[in-house]
């Protein structure tokens, strides 16, 4: 076996597709990790045209487990509470039970059902005011 002097230098192309698998894969496993991680999710409360009786709005997300996840209050001065009130909370996709107490002259309490997937979803809440 002679010896040509020749040396063999590879293309890179092999070592470029394996690192480039290797990328895809991590990424497709850190996907399926974190698919249930909460995210930002866009909820928003129809007030209407009775958004100038309501002085507070307060709503808490209940999970499957029947555990309030999230709450958060919303205090108003009297006529000045906005027509659709935008709320941003952290959760988890899916099904969540909302609970809505609006304070007007009186309180009314909402209960509905909604699922969370990342899309922003609007809840009617002025007609219940009336």
Do not use: W
Request: net charge negative; glycine share 10%.
């Amino acid at each position: 076996c002679e010896d040509s002097g020749e040396t063999l230098i590879p293309s890179g192309k092999k070592g470029r597709s394996g690192f480039l698998i290797i990328g895809v894969a991590v990424m497709l496993c850190l996907a399926y990790v974190f698919r249930g991680a909460p995210t930002e999710q866009s909820v928003n409360f129809v007030l209407g045209d009775r958004a100038k009786d309501v002085t507070a709005l307060t709503v808490a997300y209940e999970g499957e487990g029947h555990e309030v996840e999230r709450e958060a209050t919303f205090h108003f001065e009297k006529s000045a509470a906005p027509r659709v009130v935008h709320h941003e909370p952290r959760l988890k996709n899916g099904p969540y039970d909302i609970s809505i107490v609006a304070e007007t002259d009186h309180t009314v309490t909402l209960r509905r059902k909604i699922e969370l997937g990342g899309n922003a979803i609007s809840i009617e809440v002025g007609s219940a005011l009336q």
